[in-house]
């Protein structure tokens, strides 16, 4: 578990939520842009996967339920499936889809009580080892080039102090391969408000390949070794499903008497193939100490800097019988208490990186020059990118919230001040 910490404690504060998809760059595309929502509650859907069928082209709605999806013209009469974690599975014609304000509802699943009780492994932790020794049967065993839109916010208190949004490939190496996945930048842009920012040297977990080695089935040594499998307590909770598939539901946590930080949070686990489809989980910070000591590599000597939250989550996606990484979450929470001043600082570090297109064994066609980033790689800051509209031309991306739309307009205010 430790070793998952300190393999990406090399980059500095940086952080990323995003989403992408590469389409030919000569095709025009459908824009289709809106919201999907709890049929019964009419509450927005944070984090609906979005998928045109026939085409490994996606895209996942922000945390206001909303999306904006670019299909090639050649494929709108592709059906767009809507999955959801605890809803039925919903598939929409794209020429159907009403392209600037579509509004999609999810009905909650239906409890499934009768295969709930016919659980074949009656033991939780022998289904997660189960889980993790399925990775060659369940996940792809061929080299799988992806395409990602990632995005990072590090905000002090309510106020945003960085942005920073990427396109990058990814070479998402087999999972039974012992090679690590590496990424490529494609596009890129950055802004940070350094006045916001306390003149701390930190060291922090952070960075694209953070959202990757979030996948524990190819990096299950971060986080559920042997022995770390032998310090949990794991036990079943009510199943649920997602595209119309049951899925059972496994919860863990450290036994008592371990002090050292470990993880808590729950497993989704595929009742048919015993594949996982996703993970939602948090690291203990309660050993305020030791939990400072995995992520803070450097600090100032009057400065006491520790965290107070650290969540992680996971989702794959399957496909003719295999899964795949598709999307990642991670939010940390710091806290600098300065010995000499009144007021604590607070730091929020969130990164999201969602897949939206996916090919094996074939090579991305982009017009770009291409980096090849190394794990400690941060964003080089480029601001110019933020008053341009078409940007991002063709990629999908995910729709920002209101938050990062009012951050935008900022740095395009302060940009003409510039000027």
């Known amino acids: 578990m430790k070793r998952l910490i300190s393999s990406v404690l090399k980059t500095n504060l940086s952080f990323i939520l995003f989403l992408v998809c590469a389409i030919n760059f000569a095709q025009s595309t459908i824009e289709y842009k809106g919201k999907v929502f709890d049929s019964n509650t009419k509450k927005p859907l944070a984090l609906a996967d979005l998928v045109v069928n026939n085409a490994n082209i996606s895209t996942v709605s922000n945390k206001e339920g909303a999306f904006l999806l670019k299909v090639p013209e050649n494929l709108t009469t592709n059906k767009l499936s809507i999955v959801y974690l605890g809803y039925e599975k919903l598939e929409i014609t794209l020429s159907e889809l009403d392209t600037s304000n579509a509004k999609i509802y999810l009905s909650p699943a239906a409890t499934v009580l009768a295969e709930v009780d016919i659980v074949t492994i009656k033991n939780a932790k022998e289904l997660v080892k189960k889980t993790l020794s399925l990775k060659g049967e369940n ?8 395409t990602g839109f990632y995005r990072e916010t590090i905000k002090k208190r309510n106020r945003n102090a960085s942005l920073s949004e990427a396109v990058v490939k990814i070479n998402k190496q087999s999972y039974i391969s012992n090679k690590k996945d590496n990424i490529t930048l494609i596009k890129a842009r950055k802004k940070t408000d350094y006045s916001k920012l306390d003149t701390i040297a930190l060291k922090l977990q952070g960075g694209p390949y953070s959202s990757l080695y979030s996948d524990m089935i190819k990096y299950p040594r971060f986080i559920f070794t042997e022995t770390d499998l032998n310090n949990y307590n794991f036990s079943f909770d009510r199943s649920t499903q997602i595209d119309n598939r049951l899925v059972y539901v496994v919860s863990f946590i450290q036994k ?61 996606r399957t496909k003719n019988g ?26 929020t570090l969130q990164s999201e990186m969602a897949i939206t297109d996916w090919n094996i064994n074939e090579t991305l066609l982009t017009n770009k020059p291409l980096l090849k980033l190394s794990p400690t790689s941060i964003l080089q800051e480029q601001t110019s990118g933020f008053s341009d509209p078409e940007f991002w031309g063709k990629y999908n991306i995910i729709e920002p919230e209101k938050t990062i739309e009012n951050a935008i307009s900022k740095i395009n205010k302060q940009l003409k001040k510039s000027s």
């Open 256 to 316: 008592l008497g371990i002090t050292s930080p470990m993880y808590y949070g729950k497993l989704f686990i595929d009742a048919n193939s015993y594949a996982l489809t996703s993970a939602i989980y948090n690291l203990n910070v309660t050993n305020r100490s030791e939990a400072a000591n995995l992520f803070v590599r450097k600090k100032p000597k009057k400065a006491d800097v520790y965290p107070t939250e650290a969540s992680y989550r996971v989702n794959y």
């Open 322 to 347: 295999k899964w795949y990484f598709g999307y990642s979450n991670i939010l940390l929470t710091f806290k600098v208490k300065w010995r000499n001043r009144l007021f604590n600082s607070q730091y």
């Open 139 to 146: 996940y792809s065993v061929n080299n799988v080039h992806m």
